[in-house]
């Protein structure tokens, strides 16, 4: 299927590995123009000559901290008008909600909440002015499955879920959609290195438990990042206009319910 998007433009946030990268690599294989950042210059760079050197793309690279408005003001910069916007950021750290300070709140909130808030600002009136806009933010299976020790993370992604939830509604007259990605266990750096720690705290080799959750799944395994890019693609695509306000929960089927 030929998603219509070829010369497009997308930022895509948090892009130099993992989910981030799933979706810049989808997209640029479908002719998008990509600005992408991360923190880590070297990891950034690396990608960024990987996405061109497959696709052909044009792909500018930013090594910013995205969460900060310097890093911000440095990402719309380098991309100036977009049609594809990806947000995408770190998830906080695991806990007790009894040990979070206001301080520990404001990060998280700024992190996986305010930012990408603050991207859509600045960017949907161009989409709109231009009659063609795809915003997909990457937040997380705890949205609609909160997790006790991602209490940071439930919280700030399901604050983002509920803005959208009223924007998106407004801004699809003027085909501009905002949807978001609820990604499950999937192979990344952040499930490996969460289940690095249950299985020093359980007393089992990584290896063993890794496999062995990955089996409770139905699918019977962990997602990939290449799967959950060509949904991502999908939603930015000229065939998803009629979709917003809308989360696609991506967990191999581990939500147990109906709707």
Known sequence: MDLGIKGKK???CAASKGLGKGC???LAREGVD???NSRTQETLEATAEEIRSE???SVTAVACDITTPEGRAAVLDAAGPIDILINNAGGPPPGNFRDWTVEDWQKALNANMLTAIELIRLTVDGMI???FG???NITSGAVKAPIPIL???????TGLTGFVAGVARETVRDNVTINGLLPGPFDTDRLRGNMKLQAEKAGVPYEQFAAQHAQKNPAG???RADEFGAACAFLCSVHAGFITGQNLLMDGGAFPGTL
Do not use: D, P, W
Not at 151 to 157: C, V
């Open 10 to 12: 997308a930022i895509v």
């Open 151 to 157: 209490g940071l993370s439930n919280g700030a992604r």
């Open 34 to 36: 990509l600005v992408i």
């Open 134 to 136: 795809r915003v997909v």
């Open 129 to 131: 002015e231009r009659k």
């Open 221 to 223: 395994r962990f997602g």
């Open 55 to 57: 696709t052909g793309v």
């Open 24 to 26: 810049a690599m989808a």
